[in-house]
Antibody, heavy 123, light 112 residues
Framework: QVQLQESGPGLVKPSQTLSLTCTVS??????????WSWIRQPGGKGLEWIGR???????DYNPALKSRVTIAVDTSKNQFSLRLSTVTAADTAVYYC???????????????WGQGTMVTVSS | DIVMTQSPLSLPVTPGEPASISCRSS???????????LSWYLQKPGQSPQLLIY???TRASGVPDRFSGGGSGTDFTLKISRVEAEDVGIYYC?????????FGQGTKLEIK
């Protein structure tokens, strides 16, 4: 069973860049069958899709965050990453990485999620 | 963007009783291939969301058959035939028709 694990700093200062990594275990990020996404959840609130990356490096982003977001894949490490620049307190959230099919399996739903990592933006 | 609207936002249920959650989308989620790209997730307390239902009505692997999904186009429903204590948490619907994935606000199910 594929597992996803987020990692990165839990505290980021305002105006700086948030950087997170998602490590894929027991599966290959190089599979052409999946997209790899980042999703976040501010405290006590709902879920917001940030964007996704394909094994080729192709990306799609939420237009609301597009100017500040970079998602990249590192197939040599079986990881993908998130960078969110110029952060503010509004970016404080639990950040999840998740997998979804690119081939229509599971209706392109997110079938596997990481456990999530809390990131607080504060000076 | 496709806006997803759930109701109710809070759902107190007695164990053994049925429960129903509605999800409406601002645009039809029915693809030309005949599939509705609507999925349901349950986020149990302190956990990440887990997939319950995809394509509107197909249960994910390992999901008990007391969970069922229905609907088409813009109106969808998640039903639990007999609520158990382990079903507490927040239920989200999500559309996967458009690249920009969007979720409902969530429905918090609690046990009376």
């Amino acid at each position: 069973q594929v597992q996803l694990q987020e990692s990165g700093p839990g505290l980021v200062k305002p105006s700086q860049t948030l950087s997170l990594t998602c490590t894929v275990s027991d599966g290959s990020i190089s599979s052409t069958s999946y997209y790899w996404s980042w999703i976040r959840q501010p405290g006590g609130k709902g879920l917001e899709w940030i964007g996704r990356v394909y094994t080729t490096g192709s990306t799609d982003y939420n237009p609301a965050l597009k100017s500040r977001v970079t998602i990249a894949v590192d197939t040599s490490k079986n990881q993908f990453s998130l960078r969110l620049s110029t952060v503010t307190a509004a970016d404080t959230a639990v950040y999840y990485c998740a997998r979804a099919s690119s081939s229509g399996w599971y209706g392109n739903a997110f079938d596997i999620w990481g456990q999530g990592t809390m990131v607080t933006v504060s000076s | 963007d496709i806006v997803m609207t759930q109701s109710p936002l809070s759902l107190p249920v007695t164990p053994g009783e049925p429960a129903s959650i509605s999800c409406r989308s601002s645009q039809s989620l029915l693809h030309s291939n005949g599939n509705n790209y609507l999925s349901w997730y349950l986020q149990k307390p302190g956990q990440s969301p887990q997939l319950l239902i995809y394509l509107g009505s197909t249960r994910a692997s390992g999901v008990p058959d007391r969970f069922s999904g229905g609907g088409s186009g813009t109106d969808f429903t998640l039903k639990i035939s007999r609520v158990e204590a382990e079903d507490v948490g927040i239920y989200y619907c999500m559309q996967a028709l458009q690249t920009l994935r969007t979720f409902g606000q969530g429905t918090k199910l609690e046990i009376k």
